[in-house]
Structure formats: C-alpha cells, structure tokens
C-alpha cells in the first residue's frame, strides 16, 4: 500500500519568487513513484503558484479550512475554494491552529466542511506532555471521539490521522525526538479508539501517519514502526532532506 508523504509548508517561504523556486526543484528532484502519494500544503496564497507543480507526482492540500462554508466571514477561505483549486487533501487540528484557540468541536465542523467538499481531511492529535500516569491516552482519545464526532462510518473509511506528539515538533521549545516505539504504542491505542467507534474493518483502513522534527535519519524508524506515512514540517522545505526522505521510502 502507497504511503504519504504531506509536506506541511507552514507559513513559508515568503514571496511568491521563493515559493516558485521550492516548485521548481521539486518538479526537478522527486522523481515518480508508485509507493508513495506525495501531498504538498503550501499556504493558500501559493496554491495557484502550486499548480505548476506535476500532477502525475504530487497532490495538492491546505493547511486548513473554514468552519464556514461560506458567506460574510472576513479573512476566511473555504472548503469548496480550496477544491476549486485543485486541493484534494486539508490538515485540520494541527496543533499551531489548536494553540491559536481552536476546539475539537470547531475541528468536527471543519472535518464534516472537508467531506462534503471531497477534500480528504488529515486530521492531527497529539499530546503536550507524557506523563508517567498515562492521562495522554485520554486525551488522545477525547481528541479523536470528539473531532470525529461528524463522521459516518462510510467517510471514516477516507480520513487520515497523524500522531503529531506536540513535544516533538520542531518548533516546540526544548522538543524531544520521538521513537519509533513511541508511535508504534501510539498507533495501537488509536486503531483501539478507531475500532471501538467504528468497527475493525472500517479502523483498518484509516492510515495513521507520523509527524514531528522527521528528517531523512529518522524517517526509516518511523516507517519500520508501522507508520502510513509522515507528515514533514521543516525538512519538507529543504529540497535535499525531503528527497532523501522519499528516497528511503522506496
Ligand atoms: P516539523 O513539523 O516536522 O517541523 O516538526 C511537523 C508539523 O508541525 O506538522
């Protein structure tokens, strides 16, 4: 089965001339193959820029979407506008938009928003902290039942989940890296919660990715542990990590 690769720009690079050029080397670098659904999200004001990247390599998504579906909310972009250019694939619940006051009931409208428009939703969760009483469990699970409260056991069949523990994020204060034990622990209790709401078969078909500080040397203990795919934050911009992280899924 193909495993994901999502390249989540963030808020980067920052001109269009910039973003043309991460376009460029791409197209130039990666190389088609088979194994692995590339999905690049760069911010929304470059996804028209990111059509020039090649189709038959590389899939386009956002970084979010709005609660709304459409009408007088200043600043907001939609579902529905996001598949008008061409995205296929939405992070919701990343944990940056989370700290910025985001709910799991926000995030169940956003998910429900991304179905109906057939944007397929990446839905992220992760906790801040492990503690030794195991209370991330939890609130992993509570992140999950509520997020996913919106979603019929036929459009679970389509979502994407990636542990993205916060501690591990390249960008977290003092981050750690996680193992591939820790998400292999991980991806068992969330295929639990899965199969509890919605059956084993329907929880064996949702892929769980990993995400957080992936780079090329880590990327193979992920994989090996049993993840889907990743979700790469700041190697997905250095064009000869990315690659390097592709190659060593082939
Ligand atoms: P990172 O970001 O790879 O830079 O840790 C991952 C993410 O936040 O999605």
Known sequence: MAKFIIANWKMNPSSVKETGLLIDSLNKEIYLNKNIEIVICP?????????????????????DISREVKGPFTGEISALMSKSLNASYVILGHSERRG???????????????????????LCVGEKDRTHDGSYLNFIKSELMSSLSLVSKKDAKN???????????STTENHQNATGHDFEEIKIYIKKVLSDMYGLNTA???????????????????????????????????IKKFSAIINILK
């Open 43 to 63: 911010p929304n004001i470059f996804l028209q820029k990111a059509s020039l990247l090649d189709k038959k390599r590389f899939n386009l998504g956002v970084q």
């Open 204 to 238: 064996n078909t949702i892929k769980i990715l990993y995400g957080g500080s992936v780079d090329n040397k880590n990327a193979k203990e992920f994989i090996d542990s049993g993840a889907d795919g990743l979700l790469v934050g700041k190697s997905s911009l250095d």
């Open 100 to 122: 910025l006051g985001e709910s799991n009931d926000i995030i169940a409208q956003k998910i429900k928003n991304a179905i109906k428009a057939k944007l397929i939703p990446i």
């Open 159 to 169: 979502i994407i989940i990636a542990y993205e523990p916060i501690w591990s994020i």
